[in-house]
């Protein structure tokens, strides 16, 4: 198990490996595609984000409101292939880690080696337990998105598991390979 805090640390990200678990604490960002697709239109205007993507850690998700009591409804991961298209100007600006679920492009795999980023995967299905381990839950811009808004979540032991590290290991490739043998 890996510590993972954030902001992170650029050598801890770079030493992560395909089938690394880690244990994050700290603030997370959500974004979906809509949310995506601003922020890199602001970019290519030459304007500045609304949050700071270095070293930061995104998740692919669009939480479900709060039920009393809690600071977030259900929030299990998205498919992360649609980010793809907005990944490039985002790793630019320094953001390390996304975390979501399914496979990426090969494009997307050469860019977190270029960058030095990793993509983790956390479990579909699971999203009752993942929002057990955010605290905290804002909107920080793009309210007009509603749950693809872009919230400020504070996370407390949120497990994700390093699917693509920036070494070019990509553990949906590993699997199979394993598999192949027995």
Do not use: W
């Not at 990200?13 to 922020?39: C, N, P, Q």
């Not at 009591?69 to 991961?77: Q, V």
């Not at 399914?102 to 299905?125: D, E, F, N, T």
């Amino acid at each position: 198990m890996i510590e993972l805090k954030s902001p992170v640390d650029e050598n801890l990200v770079r030493s992560l490996r395909a089938g690394d678990t880690v244990r994050i604490t700290g603030v997370i960002y959500t974004g979906r595609d809509a949310a995506h697709k601003r922020l890199c239109e602001l970019l290519e205007r030459g304007e500045p984000l609304p949050i700071d993507v270095k070293n930061s850690i995104i998740y692919y998700v669009g939480p479900t409101p709060a039920k009393p009591g809690r600071a977030i409804g259900s929030a299990g991961p998205t498919s992360s292939y649609r980010m793809d298209p907005y990944a490039e100007p985002l790793l630019k600006q320094g953001l390390k880690v996304m975390i979501g679920k399914g496979s990426r492009s090969s494009q997307y795999k050469q860019l977190l080696q270029q960058y030095g980023g990793v993509y983790l995967s956390a479990i579909g299905g699971a999203a009752a337990s993942i929002s057990e381990t955010i605290k905290k839950c804002e909107v920080v811009t793009y309210e007009d998105l509603g749950a693809e808004a872009i919230h400020r979540l504070e996370v407390e032991d949120f497990y994700a598991i390093v699917t693509y590290d920036s070494v070019g290991n990509d553990l949906f490739e590993q699997g199979i390979e394993k598999y192949r043998k027995i």
